[in-house]
């Protein structure tokens, strides 16, 4: 009977073998993942630059950010209007984002060679040849500053800037990416292009491209965009977060009619060696969308919040452990504690074998739809690639999930996860502690 | 050179020309609709019933989406949150949503396993039990859910107050999450009837797509749901709109940071274009939805590249429009002045763009670039099954038929530069405007003169 069940299990995750991820490097050195799926005439392309919110120097938070979005603006003598035009008028679309460990630009583009290639042309410029101009950087400015502005109206936004601070006590993972009034006050567009020069280079780079090319065009489209990035510097070395948290409260006045409850402390990172007992082990505890611990106790029995979830989100360095919920006033104690005593509870006495085994099935027969599009596809090669997670993470994912025991997760939070030393951020209508 | 790229795009676009919809219709009366989409091994199952908060009356606003929550509260054969689990212990991924036309319930599975969905989906359609304690508790979620989107969120508040003062008689007029004032008299007893109504196979359709046999799909439904029972045919709400007489202004004063301008225009949907005897002609729609193309479709479009750089009057500007509505809708221009600009500035910029568009024709290349983005984005979105399904559903659902979704490329692409001119000059008057004003005030405790709470905020005395 157990054979018979293991066969069916193997038969099932074969329908759905993960994408053959290909690697190899540029004649500059920068590393490609490529995955070949000719089934739509597309292609998504992504270039990571190791040059996220951390690399901000210490007096000019937000550097990174400005620098990223900036780059769109004005490149190679051209103004965001035709650079904009260039790519809308072949119905490509292209994106900047800028993170904590890193900065993306991404292009999604019909594969046709002669649309791609004139999109690829000016992509090339974008990411080489920025202008930075003076007037662009004011106007930028500005827009950022009305950008904070509109987060001191959320309380969700609030809550989550003054629980970054707390748990990460100096780290640039504490900041806002786009830095502070202050701080964006003193960048010039000499900051900007120092930073170009220093970060977007080939040595700090990788590119993920998914879609409908063979492996020789998709070799020659790595070449050819990056011909123009000088080869810059090894990045410095990345700055370690302190697991050590230190129990706080912090309350917040809003004129708002709930309070909004954030609780947490730093997590895990990619890569860590607690990873799967983790996250197995979370989605048990608040990560399973509509069935999980919190779910249950938080909304199905009690009514207390719409949202009811718990979450690593892991980094470079560690990413925050976090739960939040909102709910009215009056109420406000009491669903903190249960959320903290049905957190604390979980630590103690971890999961029942069914709720393994449930979670188990969850995730590994799932599988199929994490993979189940080219942009989901893209997503996991870019982190697969900038993390350095092995190329067959895809393949070997349900099989971690499988080997995860009881005993492993309840050592993991156990070591891990500490409600004592939660930091918790209340903002609503609260009496602010100042 | 522009004229050429799109004719390439059109050339690619034809020969990958998606799958085909099958439809089937069984004898009780429920509609459905599948697109066979080999491309990953899962299947996407959506149910969508013809009700929303456009069929609710006064008093009883919210209720279709308040019995969306309680569908998941169990039924007679499958106890309180017994569907979620099943559906997670086979790797599914499943939600719900509501709107205006339309509540729609979903499920992502490993393709082999859409008889489970189909089997609870089946059995929630007419079997749901709607306990009292469950009712109770799930009224309060509701409850936080419009105080964490609505109320705290100060241009969710200023949207629902421009909709409801740009409509008079229209239900489009009431909110999708239901008056709070609602929610706290709802009982079981409205979710019943309510229930009893609208949930029945001859008002539903479902959507089925991904790498399954449409005849397959076909045999299961039957098997599944062919022995439910359907309703009394239902008649469709219908109350139309009065004809505006003039501008409507309103000043929306809540505790904010930033100011936000709101311009509603009354616009007709497809569906009042293709009645006889229409005073809308079948391209209309069309031509608006390239009109919104025109305005705020990319960086290139004008309200960025004119209005955001340019004259840096707005931090953003967008507008919206939505063809596929069961009534009449709007054209909506939602905008945040850039620092040191006021709303007045901001509307009279916004009035100039559109004055201009009824003077004088865009230009080709203007035209040619949001042709170029609507026909990639339809090759684009076949990268999602869901998104697929989202369009058949809203289509059907509205009433307009799935048909239509298929052939919205090449209505959009036919459209010309004189007739974005006549849309403009037909629709974007200030006789069938609305303008709404968020007027922020002090967030401070003192100032905003709220106490510690604002008004209407608690409520469960």
Redesign the interface.
Same mark, same amino acid.
Do not use: C
């Given at each position: 009977m157990n054979k018979f069940l293991t066969l069916l299990l193997l038969i099932s995750f074969n329908t759905s073998a993960a994408p053959e991820i290909q690697h190899w490097q540029t004649s500059k050195g920068i590393d490609v993942y490529f995955v070949e799926t000719h089934q739509l005439p597309m292609i998504d392309l992504q270039l990571v630059f190791d040059a996220g919110s951390v690399r901000d120097p210490i007096n000019k938070r937000g550097l990174s950010q400005i620098t990223n979005s900036l780059l769109s603006q004005s490149a190679d003598g051209l103004n965001a209007d035709q650079i904009s035009f260039e790519f809308e008028r072949l119905g490509a679309e292209f994106g900047t984002s800028g993170g904590y460990d890193s900065a993306g630009i991404s292009l999604r583009s019909l594969s046709d060679a002669a649309l791609l290639d004139t999109a690829l042309t000016n992509l090339r410029r974008v990411i080489s040849f920025p202008d930075f101009p003076a007037e662009i950087l004011e106007r930028e400015r500005n827009q950022v500053l009305v950008g904070m502005q509109r987060k001191l109206q959320s309380p969700r936004s609030i809550s989550s800037e003054r629980f970054y601070e707390a748990i990460y006590q100096g780290h640039p993972y504490a900041y806002p990416n786009e830095g502070t009034a202050e701080s964006l006050a003193d960048i010039t567009t000499d900051d900007l292009k120092k930073f170009h020069a220093e970060y977007y280079t080939s040595n700090n780079v990788m590119i993920s491209i998914v879609g409908d090319l063979d492996r020789a065009r998709a070799e020659n489209l790595a070449e050819t965009i990056t011909k123009d990035l000088n080869k810059g510097k090894q990045p410095g070395v990345f700055p370690q977060v302190s697991s050590q948290a230190k129990e706080q409260i912090i309350k917040v006045f809003h004129p708002s009619t709930q309070v909004h409850i954030l609780i947490g402390q730093p997590g895990m990172k990619y890569g860590d060696a607690d990873y799967f007992a983790l996250y197995v082990g979370n989605h048990i505890l608040g990560g399973g969308g509509l069935v999980s611990r919190l779910f249950e106790e938080i909304r199905e029995k009690r009514g207390l919040s719409y949202g009811a979830s718990s979450y690593f989100s892991p980094r470079r360095e560690l990413g925050p452990f976090l739960s939040s919920i909102s709910t009215r006033q009056d109420q406000a104690d009491e669903a903190l504690t249960v959320l903290r005593d049905t957190i604390s509870e979980y630590i103690q006495n971890g999961p029942s074998v069914a709720e393994l085994k449930a979670a188990k099935k969850n995730i590994t027969g799932g599988f199929p739809l994490r993979i189940s599009s080219n942009r989901k596809i893209s997503g996991y090669v870019s982190v697969i690639g900038f993390y350095g997670l092995p190329l067959d993470y895809l393949d070997k994912f349900n099989e971690k999930i499988d080997a995860v025991t009881i005993d492993e997760i309840n050592d993991a939070f156990k070591r891990r996860i500490d409600v004592n030393k939660f930091v918790t951020v209340l903002v609503g209508p609260v009496e602010d502690d100042k | 050179m #522009?004229k050429f @790229?799109l004719a *390439? /795009?059109f050339f *690619?676009f034809s020969s @990958?020309a998606g799958a085909q919809v099958h439809e089937f219709v069984l004898k009780n009366g429920l509609k459905l609709l599948v697109k066979e989409d080999d491309?990953?091994? /899962?299947v996407v199952s959506q149910i969508w019933y013809k009700v929303g908060s456009s069929y609710e009356t006064d008093g009883t606003t919210g209720v279709s989406h308040v019995l969306e929550h309680m569908m998941?509260q169990g039924t007679r054969k499958h106890g309180? $949150?017994e569907f979620?689990?099943i559906i997670?212990?086979?790797? =599914? +991924?499943?939600?719900a949503f509501t709107g205006s036309d339309y509540t729609a319930y979903f499920q992502?599975?490993?393709? !082999?396993?859409l008889p489970i969905s189909f089997e609870l989906e089946a059995d929630r359609m007419r079997n749901i039990t709607l306990p009292q304690e469950a009712f109770?508790?799930? @009224?309060?979620? #509701?409850?936080?859910?419009r105080? *964490?989107r609505t109320?705290?969120?100060?241009n969710s508040y200023l949207r629902e107050v421009a909709n409801a003062t740009a409509f008079q008689t229209s239900p489009y007029r009431q909110p999708i999450i239901g008056w709070m004032a609602d929610l706290e008299s709802m009982d079981v007893a409205d979710l019943r009837s309510w229930y009893k109504k609208w949930y029945a196979p001859n008002n539903a359709t479902l959507v089925v797509v991904g790498d399954i046999e449409a005849d397959d799909v076909y045999k299961l439904a039957r098997k599944y749901f062919g022995r439910l029972k359907g309703e009394v045919a239902l008649p469709p709400s219908h109350r139309p709109e009065v004809e505006q007489q003039g501008i409507k202004r309103v000043i929306v004063k809540r505790?904010?940071?930033?100011a936000r301008l709101t311009m509603a225009y009354k616009t007709p949907a497809l569906k009042s274009a293709l009645q006889d005897n229409s005073s809308v002609e079948k391209w209309e729609p069309y031509a608006l939805e390239m009109l919104s193309g025109i305005l705020s =479709? $990319? !960086? !290139?479009a004008r309200f960025? %590249?004119r209005l955001?750089?340019g004259e840096?009057v707005a931090?953003g500007v967008n507008s919206s429009y939505n063809l596929a509505g069961r009534l009449d809708g709007l054209f909506v221009i939602s905008a945040?002045p850039? &620092?040191g600009k006021s709303i007045e500035e901001l509307e009279q910029a916004i009035r100039a763009q559109i004055n201009e568009l009824k003077s004088s024709e865009v230009a080709e290349?203007e035209l &040619?670039?949001v042709k170029?983005?609507v #026909? +990639? %984005?339809d090759?684009?979105e076949?990268? !999602?099954?869901f998104y697929q399904g989202m369009i058949l559903g809203t289509f059907e659902t509205v009433g307009l038929g799935w048909e239509y979704a298929e052939e919205y490329v090449e209505q959009i692409s036919a459209i010309t530069a004189e007739q974005v001119q006549e849309v403009t000059k037909k629709y974007l008057n200030d006789n069938v405007a609305t303008i709404a004003v968020l007027e922020?005030i002090s967030?401070d405790?003192e100032s905003?003169g &709220?106490g510690?709470?604002?008004p $209407?905020?608690?409520?469960?005395e």
């Amino acid at each position: 009977m157990n054979k018979f069940l293991t066969l069916l299990l193997l038969i099932s995750f074969n329908t759905s073998a993960a994408p053959e991820i290909q690697h190899w490097q540029t004649s500059k050195g920068i590393d490609v993942y490529f995955v070949e799926t000719h089934q739509l005439p597309m292609i998504d392309l992504q270039l990571v630059f190791d040059a996220g919110s951390v690399r901000d120097p210490i007096n000019k938070r937000g550097l990174s950010q400005i620098t990223n979005s900036l780059l769109s603006q004005s490149a190679d003598g051209l103004n965001a209007d035709q650079i904009s035009f260039e790519f809308e008028r072949l119905g490509a679309e292209f994106g900047t984002s800028g993170g904590y460990d890193s900065a993306g630009i991404s292009l999604r583009s019909l594969s046709d060679a002669a649309l791609l290639d004139t999109a690829l042309t000016n992509l090339r410029r974008v990411i080489s040849f920025p202008d930075f101009p003076a007037e662009i950087l004011e106007r930028e400015r500005n827009q950022v500053l009305v950008g904070m502005q509109r987060k001191l109206q959320s309380p969700r936004s609030i809550s989550s800037e003054r629980f970054y601070e707390a748990i990460y006590q100096g780290h640039p993972y504490a900041y806002p990416n786009e830095g502070t009034a202050e701080s964006l006050a003193d960048i010039t567009t000499d900051d900007l292009k120092k930073f170009h020069a220093e970060y977007y280079t080939s040595n700090n780079v990788m590119i993920s491209i998914v879609g409908d090319l063979d492996r020789a065009r998709a070799e020659n489209l790595a070449e050819t965009i990056t011909k123009d990035l000088n080869k810059g510097k090894q990045p410095g070395v990345f700055p370690q977060v302190s697991s050590q948290a230190k129990e706080q409260i912090i309350k917040v006045f809003h004129p708002s009619t709930q309070v909004h409850i954030l609780i947490g402390q730093p997590g895990m990172k990619y890569g860590d060696a607690d990873y799967f007992a983790l996250y197995v082990g979370n989605h048990i505890l608040g990560g399973g969308g509509l069935v999980s611990r919190l779910f249950e106790e938080i909304r199905e029995k009690r009514g207390l919040s719409y949202g009811a979830s718990s979450y690593f989100s892991p980094r470079r360095e560690l990413g925050p452990f976090l739960s939040s919920i909102s709910t009215r006033q009056d109420q406000a104690d009491e669903a903190l504690t249960v959320l903290r005593d049905t957190i604390s509870e979980y630590i103690q006495n971890g999961p029942s074998v069914a709720e393994l085994k449930a979670a188990k099935k969850n995730i590994t027969g799932g599988f199929p739809l994490r993979i189940s599009s080219n942009r989901k596809i893209s997503g996991y090669v870019s982190v697969i690639g900038f993390y350095g997670l092995p190329l067959d993470y895809l393949d070997k994912f349900n099989e971690k999930i499988d080997a995860v025991t009881i005993d492993e997760i309840n050592d993991a939070f156990k070591r891990r996860i500490d409600v004592n030393k939660f930091v918790t951020v209340l903002v609503g209508p609260v009496e602010d502690d100042k | 050179m #522009v004229k050429f @790229i799109l004719a *390439l /795009i059109f050339f *690619l676009f034809s020969s @990958i020309a998606g799958a085909q919809v099958h439809e089937f219709v069984l004898k009780n009366g429920l509609k459905l609709l599948v697109k066979e989409d080999d491309r990953a091994p /899962i299947v996407v199952s959506q149910i969508w019933y013809k009700v929303g908060s456009s069929y609710e009356t006064d008093g009883t606003t919210g209720v279709s989406h308040v019995l969306e929550h309680m569908m998941f509260q169990g039924t007679r054969k499958h106890g309180e $949150g017994e569907f979620s689990r099943i559906i997670a212990e086979n790797g =599914g +991924s499943e939600n719900a949503f509501t709107g205006s036309d339309y509540t729609a319930y979903f499920q992502t599975l490993e393709k !082999s396993r859409l008889p489970i969905s189909f089997e609870l989906e089946a059995d929630r359609m007419r079997n749901i039990t709607l306990p009292q304690e469950a009712f109770e508790k799930e @009224i309060e979620v #509701v409850k936080e859910e419009r105080r *964490l989107r609505t109320d705290d969120n100060p241009n969710s508040y200023l949207r629902e107050v421009a909709n409801a003062t740009a409509f008079q008689t229209s239900p489009y007029r009431q909110p999708i999450i239901g008056w709070m004032a609602d929610l706290e008299s709802m009982d079981v007893a409205d979710l019943r009837s309510w229930y009893k109504k609208w949930y029945a196979p001859n008002n539903a359709t479902l959507v089925v797509v991904g790498d399954i046999e449409a005849d397959d799909v076909y045999k299961l439904a039957r098997k599944y749901f062919g022995r439910l029972k359907g309703e009394v045919a239902l008649p469709p709400s219908h109350r139309p709109e009065v004809e505006q007489q003039g501008i409507k202004r309103v000043i929306v004063k809540r505790p904010a940071e930033i100011a936000r301008l709101t311009m509603a225009y009354k616009t007709p949907a497809l569906k009042s274009a293709l009645q006889d005897n229409s005073s809308v002609e079948k391209w209309e729609p069309y031509a608006l939805e390239m009109l919104s193309g025109i305005l705020s =479709g $990319g !960086s !290139s479009a004008r309200f960025a %590249s004119r209005l955001v750089r340019g004259e840096e009057v707005a931090t953003g500007v967008n507008s919206s429009y939505n063809l596929a509505g069961r009534l009449d809708g709007l054209f909506v221009i939602s905008a945040t002045p850039a &620092q040191g600009k006021s709303i007045e500035e901001l509307e009279q910029a916004i009035r100039a763009q559109i004055n201009e568009l009824k003077s004088s024709e865009v230009a080709e290349e203007e035209l &040619q670039r949001v042709k170029a983005q609507v #026909v +990639s %984005s339809d090759v684009y979105e076949k990268d !999602s099954a869901f998104y697929q399904g989202m369009i058949l559903g809203t289509f059907e659902t509205v009433g307009l038929g799935w048909e239509y979704a298929e052939e919205y490329v090449e209505q959009i692409s036919a459209i010309t530069a004189e007739q974005v001119q006549e849309v403009t000059k037909k629709y974007l008057n200030d006789n069938v405007a609305t303008i709404a004003v968020l007027e922020p005030i002090s967030m401070d405790r003192e100032s905003s003169g &709220q106490g510690a709470v604002l008004p $209407g905020a608690n409520s469960n005395e």
